[in-house]
Nanobody
Framework: QVQLVESGGGLVQPGGSLRLSCTAS????????MGWYRQAPGKERELVAQ???????NYAESVKGRFTISRDNAKNTMYLQMNSLKPEDTAVYYC??????????????WGRGTQVTVSS
């Protein structure tokens, strides 16, 4: 089995910064595309940023220039550096990854989420 575990969420004032981490563990041959999603109360889950195994990135327009996604393939870990945070960034942030098993089967996994609250 594979688990994705997020960490780094919390309460921060507007204009502040947080760094989220997501580590994949378990029976893993390789981790392909990884991404961060978020879901605010009463809203649908939305893509925040994606990063391919090769390091290509994609961002939602609302976070461009403020958030930076990165990964460490050796550690099966992905990061999200969030700067200049706004109250509208408040949400539960979820990690998502396409994981290749040793039988080469690809399965998409979700983490349980970490709460980010931006408030004064």
């Amino acid at each position: 089995q594979v688990q994705l575990v997020e960490s780094g969420g919390g309460l921060v004032q507007p204009g502040g910064s947080l760094r989220l981490s997501c580590t994949a563990s378990g029976s893993i041959f390789r981790v392909n595309d990884m991404g961060w999603y978020r879901q605010a109360p009463g809203k649908e889950r939305e893509l925040v940023a994606q990063v391919s195994r090769g390091g290509n990135t994609n961002y939602a327009e609302s976070v461009k220039g403020r958030f930076t996604i990165s990964r460490d393939n050796a550690k099966n870990t992905m990061y999200l550096q969030m700067n200049s945070l706004k109250p509208e960034d408040t949400a539960v942030y979820y990690c998502n990854a396409d994981v290749v098993a040793y039988n080469y089967r690809v399965t998409n996994y979700w983490g349980r989420g970490t709460q980010v609250t931006v408030s004064s």
